[in-house]
């Protein structure tokens, strides 16, 4: 498996590994001399299995290539069906609140007694996309799905959970609602930075967590997003957790984003709670 070429290797090496998303730890397995005239690298088929045991009662978060070969070998299923498995398998650490509100009869069972409402969506915007009602309300003002990113207008507090709402959905068009995190400020970007696919920002250079709600979204439906301690992006949808979506490094400010693709035209931000 190569994964790049052209390095120099006529002078001192050190490996880089970025420990980043569903990715919580990473494990040194072995290392070996190869001769220079080894073009093949050793499969990983053939690591030692005693090099792969873990203890009994470790969390797994992610699954490495190695993992993914063996199990094939062995006949123990499909690697996408076991890496599926151990991305949701985990329970969260935190989840998001779901007591009273008084709003309506949906949202009784969603919301907090009370939402702070400080937070609105930044004026830097996507070209097809409008705000309403106080910067509270993204409305795509578009046929097709082009330009439609919009951002929180502060960055988000550890442990505080912000609560959206559908507002308006389209069933002639499929798709999920697309949303992230990131630690650049909207302020400096123009309305023609803001791509097409949001997932293009990831080849900016700061740091962009770009997810997808897992379930089709209708009209009414009321998200919750929490960044806890630990850095883990909890979703819950209609008041039931969703689990860990992402793990981001929450050392350092972050904005929330939201990309209106598919079926979902408008959004409202509720508010939020601590």
């Known amino acids: 498996m190569l994964f790049f070429s052209g390095v120099r290797t006529g002078e001192p090496l050190w490996g880089l590994i970025d420990v980043y998303g569903l990715t ?24 030692r299995s005693s090099s792969l045991r873990r203890e009994a009662d470790e969390s797994r978060l992610s699954v490495s290539l190695c993992d993914l070969n063996l199990q094939q070998v062995d006949g123990s ?18 989840s998001c609140p779901i007591p009273q509100n008084s709003l309506n009869t949906q949202q009784s069972s969603v919301l907090p007694h ?37 951002f929180t207008d502060r960055p988000l507090r550890t442990g505080e959970t912000v609560f959206i709402k559908v507002t308006k959905s389209s069933p002639a068009r499929s798709g999920s609602l697309s949303y ?29 967590a770009v997810c997808r ?24 949808h209609n008041g039931t957790n969703a689990g ?12 929330m984003f939201f990309g209106l693709h598919g079926a979902v035209t408008q959004l409202r931000i509720l508010g939020k709670s601590e």
């Open 180 to 208: 992230g995190v990131t630690s650049c400020d909207p302020a400096v970007l123009r309305p023609s930075d803001l791509p097409y696919n949001p997932e293009a920002l990831v080849d900016r250079k700061e740091f962009w």
């Open 213 to 236: 709600v897992p379930t089709l979204l209708q009209s009414s439906d009321i998200l919750g997003f929490l960044v806890n301690q630990e850095g883990e992006v909890i979703l819950s």
């Open 77 to 94: 299923g499909p690697a996408h069906s076991h890496n599926h498995a151990h991305l949701h398998l985990a329970p969260p650490s935190a």
């Open 24 to 47: 919580r730890a990473v494990q040194l397995l072995e290392s070996e001399m190869v001769p220079p005239d080894f073009l093949r690298p050793r499969s990983f088929t053939t690591v």
């Open 244 to 255: 860990m979506q992402v793990c981001v490094d929450n050392s350092r400010p972050l904005w």
């Open 114 to 150: 009370s939402l702070e409402s400080d937070l609105h969506f930044h004026a830097l915007r996507g070209a097809h996309i409008k705000t309403l009602d106080e910067q509270t309300v993204a409305r795509s003002e578009h046929a097709r799905e082009e330009r439609t990113l919009v």
